[in-house]
């Protein structure tokens, strides 16, 4: 075959092989090879590329051994990580969105889908600021103005608020802070904070050191005399604050910090309010659950992460700005690509080139309908209520926070312990139980939790490992729950008995 | 429909329906829509989401609206931007990278992508490095190790490398800087040097003004003696040089810094040397080319980037280390998600969660081997040198830099100018002219060059506008250059007419 024909021509057979894999995939509950990292090492070992293409069909014989090694994410079993489960008909756009390859950074590179970009950018404003017509009427295709900016997921969204508050207090130029008599910057908000804001500060040049995680209530929420405690420190150490941090919808809990009380904090403390809706934001759509974020409309900054409750494919993640202008801080030209005078998205991206994702959500918008968003929200919310009840129902599980949205934490108890007061040594012995759990049900393949390790208010400060179950595939029945937490007393008993005799 | 559905069912018609817009998309010589930019702000003006789900007929109408509005970056007359024509098969693949949904931040959401990605980083690290077996055995699935990094592009890439240099140098606290008796920290490089490092200074707390820009010869590479100087005046101010920056292909000229003397000069002063490879990485794979990069394989890191001259779609670029242990001085954890213990590639990425890219990599890499590579290049140089000596032979035309990939600039010189000596007021005239002949052919849509701006030698350090011509489409025939240069030609005689009467 002529090189340029693989430009010119479909091929059916590869198609069709597509759709095989991907059936063979969803139609299986399991993961389709067991998780042997040394299997895997050695199934992908080549260091050197090949000298000359393959054929089609050597690629496909390929395809069809790595396909089985992938994590089964899509599966109702499995209920460990943030990454959705994917409308059908995403398949199928994403071959028109590879295929046309827009670049939003430059409106010549991607015309219309530029301003696509921003009527999606302009929806989602307005479901986190509800302001007026008049507003978006303005604003949503000015020129030197952006009403949020698409990245390629939550971290960089967090990084660039972060980016954002730095230049808003001193430019690029740390040293303008020492001129205005500070001898240092930090950022506050709760030990629940996603690392992301460590890595953001590092980048920034103020360290991790620089985030102040401060302590939780029992709900998981930031303890707001600990911040004003902080507060206090920051202005007798003269460090100034360059952002105040409210999580919506923790990673380990999806506890929700007390954002309105945050808010008039801010507002009286003129620091920079940045919410972390990258879990929960998508709450806004449902009538039912909206008023757990009351107090976001007030936030300068709030990162969306399209790959979670937004239901669309990896790496989109969205910062909003209450304020269109927010984003000329960080603004950027390049004579080749981006004119300061043009209508460029990339003038204030931190990313360059980057897809035209935008489409993505677009579909999802227009098929779900907000009212589509809060249906699937809801019953989410409301599985993760009775996985929760079935857990505290149990003496071999210990709920270790009540649901507020669709992630639970908890923990199994072996045997043994089952029923007793749990001193510092029992505990070291749930977690090493729960490690090994988790690894076995890992290994097993037939249904999956993720683990986390946090300390939990009850007792107290020593790290506990819980297991954590994210309810955010549409497919989850009443019986994917029970099935799961059948294995994991099935495999319990099992390790209790290598663990504890 | 039940919402459900959305989920389980694949929907043959969407699917037909996008085969359909694609070919009638891909049929198509031009762009489908004229580019009026207040027509497309009048096409998406909805800041408001829809109460509830359209259904698919409608969005399937809402999409044949927008696809002819989309820029036409796959045809052969549009030689604009640095954006490749996909092959084929790409589409097909996107479905099953897009449903099978893998995360390798973690390898609980990745399994056998984790590893995937590791091998294909393997591969470019050996057409970089060519390092051994011994090595590639003992490296690539090792653990407290990384060859590199996949990132969401080229300018994640550069920005990773300035973190490393830092981190390298000072942690991340500027300060112990200080205390080794410096009093600030630049990176030098050409002119040239892409954009994203000013980002990246800028987000890294040492400001886009410690980004030296040093002049170029009449070649477009940095100029060696002005490099000596402003490491002597580094040395005279006590700056610390945290990074020596050498272009692989600049995104004006495609032109290369001389890297084996950049080379020499990072280990006499033991500076971080990276090579921003982002556009001529790949010539590596060209036997007749190849050594146009001789001295990369010295640097400590290069950017790559995939969607360029790689053939893979947008948001896949890449860092790789020569050193497999340098991202170690970035690495973090998290709880719930990296575990330090772990293979997580999270634990060293600049973002968290990401697509499974890689796939893209290994199929190209596969398919196309290093021949196919090879051939795709050289036969893009070829035209490149094809096109520059149309544009000499005619006086109409004046040629900006001689090819040394697949990058040109020229500019159309208005007839009562040509063959006349240029002063700076005819200059003046030339740049206009050249900037409203541009906009003319991307309003007509029918072919397409990108301008940029810049100071070329023999005119002085007058800013020059240029026209900017790409060669990366395969399907690029000779008709198509005389073509896209006889529209410059119509459509410059009539924009004379305007302009000089």
Known sequence: MKLTELFALPDPAFGQAMTDLLETFHHSDDSQAP?????????????????????????????????PGASHLTSPRYMGHMTAPLPAFTAELSRLVVMLNQNPMKMESSRLLSFLEREVLAKLHRLIYRADDLFYDAQMHAKDAALGVMTSGGTIANVTALWLARNRACGDNLFALY??????????GSRLMHYSFDKGMDLLGLGARSVWRLPTDDQNRLDMA???????????????VLALVGVAGSTDFGSIDPLPELADIAEREQIHF??????????????????LLAGIERADTVTLDGHK???????TGMLLCRQPDLMMAVKREAPYAIRASSFDQGRFTLEGT??????YLDAAF??????????????????????????????AFELMSAPV????????????????????????????????????????????????????????????TLLRAVLLNPLIEERHIRDLLADQQRLGAEIARQLFG
Chains 1, 2 share one sequence.
């Not at 998780?35 to 390929?62: K, N, V």
Request: hydrophobic share 40%; proline share 6%.
């Open 226 to 240: 600990a911040l004003e405690q902080a507060l206090a420190q920051c202005k007798e150490q003269k460090l100034k």
């Open 309 to 315: 409750q937004l239901l669309v494919p990896l790496g």
């Open 354 to 359: 980057r897809p035209a994702n935008a489409l």
């Open 366 to 395: 227009q098929l779900f309908g907000q009212q589509g968003y809060a249906e699937l929200i809801e019953a989410n919310y409301d599985r993760a209520r009775l996985m929760a009840s079935l857990i505290d129902q149990d003496p």
């Open 179 to 188: 001129e205005q008599g500070y001898r240092g910057a930090v950022i506050l």
């Open 35 to 67: 998780y042997q990292r040394d299997q895997f090492t050695h199934q992908l070992d080549q260091s050197r590329m090949p000298a000359t293409g393959i054929a089609m069909d050597e690629y496909l014989a390929r395809l069809a051994t790595l396909v």
């Open 274 to 291: 940045h919410v972390d809706a990258a879990w929960g934001g998508p709450t806004l759509f449902s009538p039912r659950y909206q008023n």
């Open 405 to 464: 949205m669709n992630l639970l934490s908890y923990r199994c108890i072996p045997p043994h312990l089952q029923g007793k007061v749990l001193d510092e040594a029992a505990n070291e012995q749930v977690n090493a139980f729960n490690v090994a759990l988790q690894k076995a049900q890992r290994a097993e393949g037939h249904s999956f939790v993720s683990r986390t390790q946090r300390a939990v208010g009850r007792y107290g400060p020593q790290p506990l």
